[in-house]
């Protein structure tokens, strides 16, 4: 089975990068922006919060190991997808919760995904499915951001490890507990 790729917003790219690259079954995992007006957006512009565009994860994955149904559902266990353009602090469009899927396919577990996570929110998510758009990669140093300077990090310190500690009890294969 080929891998395939799914892009997800979900506040902080450093956080949801976070959150994905400990899982098997996922091979690589992208900061970037996408779904905005403006071409070659930037950090800084993109935090403006003119561009339209997300900071959102795009994920190389292996759906013989790891399905987009199984990552959908650990997105939505690890951030709040109750919270209109905001994940905690940071607020803005650029932090929204969306789905952009890369298949009809996807559209439809993308959409189910929602449906299931609307059952454990009272029908209160506000994830958003938007249509697959430009992607465009962060600046380097925002790859792979917590295992290097987000350790350092006081906003990663104290929103990172919570976001792990609950993908840890969600029964998901990790790379780090492997023995």
Known sequence: MADETAILAGGCFWCTEAIFLDLFGVKSVESGYTGGQT???????????????AE???????????SFGDLLDIYFATHDP????????DVGTQYRSAIFPQSPEQDGEARAGIARANKGHDGRVVTTIE?????????DYHQNYW???GQRNPYCLATIPPKLAKLRKSQARLKSEQV
């Open 131 to 139: 249509p697959a758009a430009t992607w465009y990669p962060a600046e």
């Open 56 to 66: 959102a994860v795009k994920i190389v994955f292996d759906p013989a190991e790891l």
């Open 82 to 89: 109750t919270q209109l353009n905001r994940q905690g602090g």
């Open 39 to 53: 071409a070659e957006p930037t950090y800084k512009t993109v935090c403006g919060g003119d561009t339209g565009h």
């Open 147 to 149: 295992d290097g300077e």
